[in-house]
């Protein structure tokens, strides 16, 4: 299916452990990027990717690592989780020209316990 | 950092009336993006303007880009239940590179009363 999807939809992890989000999209779309909501914040950027191995910190990076191999997939590390990573994670693409938008993914709801 | 003022933070309204909300900024703006997000899911594209004055309808929805560059506005007419959910505005800074890297307002939530 076209789009953009996220897995795991639901995760819980303990604090210390290591965790990967995952995610695809099927458009080719060069920007990439990833979200995390919490109550009181909004969406909040936390890494985001311009083509395959470059990718940027956004505003909240620490404790979060990216990797961008391939166009199409951008996964994201918690390298060793914290209670504070406790959130909901949007992967997002961005296309450019004809439908020129941000499209979001479902989302992955992580409990760091 | 830049922000964008989005108001009202929550609405709740009858069923029938029509809804209006609004993103403000001390900044200029190049794309205008609104979102619905429902519970559960992601933000969900509505409706996306480019200059400035535009006037852009997408069902019930019209969306327009402020004169000033500065504001976007988002009116909702005749609401329905499956209206309710959280109302994103998003822009691209003037003078910022096509990346789709957007700043976001913080949401209104909607409630719409059968």
């Known amino acids: 299916d076209a789009g953009i999807t996220q897995s795991p939809r639901y995760k819980i992890t303990e604090t210390g452990r290591q965790v990967t989000l995952m995610c695809h999209q099927t458009w080719s779309h060069s920007y990439m990027f990833w979200y995390r909501q919490d109550l009181g914040h909004g969406l909040r950027l936390i890494y985001y990717s311009a083509a395959a191995d470059i990718t940027d910190k956004g505003e909240v990076p620490d404790g979060y690592v990216v990797s961008r191999s391939k166009t199409e997939n951008f996964p994201l590390t918690l390298e060793s989780a914290t209670r504070s990573q406790t959130s909901v994670y949007f992967c997002a693409s961005y296309g450019t020209g004809e439908g020129m938008g941000l499209f979001f993914g479902s989302g992955t709801q992580l409990s760091v316990l | 950092g830049q922000q964008l003022n989005q108001s009202p933070q929550s609405m709740f309204i009858q069923e029938g009336e029509d809804v209006s909300m609004n993103c403000t900024s001390s900044?200029?703006?190049?794309?205008w993006l609104w979102y619905k997000q429902e519970p559960g899911e992601g933000p969900v594209l509505l409706i996306a303007?480019?200059?400035?004055?535009e006037l852009t309808s997408n069902g019930r929805l019209t969306a327009q880009f402020g004169i000033t560059r500065k504001d976007s506005f988002l009116n909702i007419s005749a609401s329905i239940p499956s209206d309710v959910g959280i109302y994103f505005c998003a822009g691209q800074l003037r003078g910022s590179s096509n990346t789709g890297k957007l700043i976001f307002g913080q949401g209104t939530t909607l409630q719409v009363k059968p």
């Open positions: 303007l480019y200059k400035a004055g």
């Open positions: 900044s200029i703006f190049n794309t």
